[in-house]
């Protein structure tokens, strides 16, 4: 069973910093790229940051470039979003998630993934 395990989530005020984490269980976490997404209240579910399985390319919503970085670790099955200067408008539920190697489908894109975590909330004071 697929298993993505995100923590780090919180609550923190504006111009702060958060780190998340994801953990993979269940899946060969070489043979997937691996990305974030969030979902405010009321709001569409929105592609944050992708990477590549060996993290040679990198990809990054339009609203945090600049602020936010991706990387993984494939010895421990675990990829991280560094967010920095966080802003009200961050704050979403943030899903970790695996897209296969060879997908026909692009990575920033709900129906490109093919395991999703349960997410992690982080909340951002004004």
């Known amino acids: 069973q697929v298993q993505l395990v995100e923590s780090g989530g919180g609550l923190v005020q504006a111009g702060e910093s958060l780190r998340l984490s994801c953990v993979a269980a269940?899946?060969?976490?070489?043979?997937?790229?691996m990305a974030w997404f969030r979902q405010a209240p009321g709001h569409e579910r929105e592609f944050v940051a992708g990477?590549?399985?060996?993290?040679?390319?990198?990809f990054y919503g339009d609203s945090v470039k600049g602020r936010f970085a991706i990387s993984r670790d494939n010895a421990k099955s675990t990829v991280t979003l560094e967010m920095n200067n966080l802003q009200p408008e961050d704050a979403a539920v943030y899903y970790c998630?695996?897209?296969?190697?060879?997908?026909?489908?692009?990575?920033?894109?709900?129906?490109?993934?093919?395991?999703w975590g349960k997410g992690t909330l982080v909340t951002v004071s004004s």
């Open positions: 269940g899946l060969t976490f070489t043979n997937y790229h």
């Open positions: 990477l590549s399985i060996n993290s040679d390319k990198t």
């Open positions: 998630a695996a897209q296969v190697d060879g997908s026909a489908y692009p990575m920033n894109r709900d129906y490109g993934i093919d395991y």
